[in-house]
């Protein structure tokens, strides 16, 4: 059964930096791609990264150059690293998983989902 667990998020200033985490369990870690998604209140949900098992990593425009995605599988975890955070990256993260190589930052096409970590931003 795959479970996934983010940790992590909290409150800072704006230009501040939190970092992420996704506990997952229950398979092979190697063998799965993992993403992070955001949504706001009132808006969708949206992708802010993806590392595929194998290949590139991906990231939205607005992730791009102040976000990292990274994983170590021998802790069988998935970290965000967020950078220079700005009053709009305030959001409830989730992670995802997908069996096999997937990039997409489409959230329907992401199956297994953790429950979520708090960010906000403050200006």
């Known amino acids: 059964q795959v479970q996934l667990v983010e940790s992590g998020g909290g409150s800072v200033q704006a230009g501040g930096s939190l970092r992420l985490s996704c506990a997952a369990s229950?398979?092979?870690?190697?063998?799965?791609?993992m993403a992070w998604f955001r949504q706001a209140p009132g808006k969708e949900r949206e992708g802010v990264a993806s590392?595929?098992?194998?290949?590139?990593?991906r990231y939205s425009d607005s992730a791009e150059g102040r976000f990292i995605i990274y994983r170590d599988s021998a802790k069988n975890t998935l970290y965000l690293q967020m950078n220079n955070l700005k009053p709009d990256d305030t959001a409830m993260y989730y992670c995802?998983?997908?069996?096999?190589?997937?990039?997409?930052?489409?959230?329907?096409?992401?199956?297994?989902w953790g429950q979520g970590t708090q960010v906000t931003v403050a200006s």
């Open positions: 995802a998983a997908e069996e096999g190589v997937r990039s997409s930052l489409i959230s329907g096409l992401w199956t297994y």
């Open positions: 229950g398979y092979n870690f190697r063998d799965y791609s």
């Open positions: 590392i595929p098992k194998f290949g590139l990593t």
